[in-house]
């Protein structure tokens, strides 16, 4: 049986110990083959974006407090990303969207009753192209085809307290 990153995540939080334990093996050795690869393309996505997704651990626990989509219909779309962990917040922007992949298939597993960012991969296609795979809690995985990432910090003031939604706008 082939894994997924997101499987290795769900067995190390298994209540059997082995099935645990070999999660936490394969989220390792998977980590260790993906890090070489980023480090490869991490220059090409831009610099603001990197330091604070550097900064903030790649957003690791941050919550996801609102999913825009923007231009439904179009050839392309506007994802925006508004999530925040503490004090911080950001709203990040992916811009020439050519594919969303949404995998929540229920909300049980959802830390806190919120869905929080736990795991980023971007992978380049070509020098206009990629792709992010972002793993949310466990079985809950967004995959999304971008041309441009943007990212904004937010003020504690300019928060709100929504909660986890993905909103579809025209």
């Given at each position: 049986?082939?894994?997924?990153?997101?499987?290795?995540?769900?067995?190390?939080?298994?209540?059997?110990?082995?099935?645990?334990?070999?999660?936490?093996?394969?989220?390792?050795?998977?980590a260790k083959e993906y890090?070489?690869?980023?480090?490869?393309?991490?220059?090409?996505?831009?610099?603001?974006?990197?330091?604070?997704?550097?900064?903030?651990?790649?957003?690791?626990?941050?919550?996801?407090?609102?999913?825009?989509?923007?231009?439904?219909?179009?050839?392309?779309?506007?994802?925006?990303?508004?999530?925040?962990?503490?004090?911080?917040?950001?709203?990040?922007?992916?811009?020439?969207?050519?594919?969303?992949?949404?995998?929540?298939?229920?909300?049980?597993?959802?830390?806190?009753?919120?869905?929080?960012?736990?795991?980023?991969?971007?992978?380049?296609?070509?020098?206009?192209?990629?792709?992010?795979?972002?793993?949310?809690?466990?079985?809950?995985?967004?995959?999304?085809?971008?041309?441009?990432?943007?990212?904004?910090?937010?003020?504690?003031?300019?928060?709100?307290?929504a909660t986890s939604a993905?909103?579809?706008?025209?």
């Amino acid at each position: 049986m082939k894994y997924y990153i997101g499987d290795y995540w769900a067995m190390a939080n298994s209540c059997n110990p082995e099935i645990r334990e070999e999660g936490k093996t394969r989220w390792v050795e998977t980590a260790k083959e993906y890090g070489p690869y980023f480090e490869t393309i991490r220059d090409k996505l831009p610099k603001g974006f990197m330091k604070e997704f550097d900064k903030n651990n790649w957003f690791h626990d941050f919550t996801i407090d609102i999913v825009n989509i923007v231009n439904i219909g179009k050839k392309t779309s506007t994802i925006e990303f508004h999530i925040s962990h503490g004090e911080s917040g950001f709203i990040i922007t992916l811009s020439g969207v050519t594919g969303i992949s949404v995998n929540i298939p229920n909300t049980e597993c959802w830390l806190f009753g919120k869905l929080t960012w736990g795991y980023t991969e971007f992978e380049l296609i070509d020098e206009k192209k990629w792709i992010v795979r972002i793993l949310c809690d466990i079985e809950c995985e967004l995959e999304i085809l971008f041309r441009r990432i943007s990212i904004k910090k937010l003020s504690a003031n300019s928060r709100g307290t929504a909660t986890s939604a993905i909103t579809p706008t025209r």
